[in-house]
């Protein structure tokens, strides 16, 4: 576990212990989901299952994920696991996992702009994540955090005697690695320039 704070807002960074297995369940399921194109739906041109809001039945990576978020996170962030859901549905009665999140499929010339998780459909989410799944850092697009200060412009000429003039800001992330942080925080994907295919999985944790 990493803590790093980001403007002052807590993020978390874990790693997922069976990368190769769950990378692997994931790249099957990007093939047999439907990915949309999310140029109009977001301001991105990436593709993505958002879209359909099928349930993904990933089941290895969904017992990872559970294990991170409501056996670690939960206890790092001192917030108890009985206060926080992956379920993206309201209904505390119901049984089924409903998940909120999506794969994110980047090829050549991909992004997506800044943005938050807010007000998503009818509820906020308590927390957002993105896990790499398929990312070179070297050679693919980066995720960074977007400054929701007005100290990039103000400070323009100082932005780089202190990082938090900066008008973005990049943790160092490798694939299999999860980032966890508060939804209202802004963020967006760089330019993908390199001729592989970049994949996550982004989603919420709700109360
Ligand atoms: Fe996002």
Known sequence: MEEIQVWGFPTFKYKFE??????????????????????????????????????????????????????????????????????????????????????????????????YHMNEGDKTPLFSFAYFVKYDPEKDAQFYFYNPSPAPNMYEEFTGIRPAFKERMKLD???????????????????HLSDNTRITVAGNIYR
């Open 18 to 115: 069976n990368q190769r297995k769950i990378r692997e369940e994931i790249l099957q399921n990007a093939n047999k989901q439907t990915l949309d194109d999310m140029s109009e739906d977001w301001n991105a041109s990436c593709k993505s299952t958002a879209a359909s809001r099928e349930i993904i039945t990933m089941p290895n990576f969904h017992k990872e994920l559970k294990n991170i978020i409501y056996e670690k996170f939960s206890k790092d962030i001192n917030i108890p696991s009985s206060k926080m859901t992956l379920k993206g549905c309201s209904n505390e009665s119901c049984t089924e996992e409903c998940p909120d999140y999506w794969i994110n499929v980047y090829t050549k010339n991909d992004h997506q702009d800044v943005h």
């Open 173 to 191: 992330i490798s694939e299999g690695e999860i980032i966890i942080f508060p939804p209202f925080m802004l963020h967006g994907v760089d330019k």
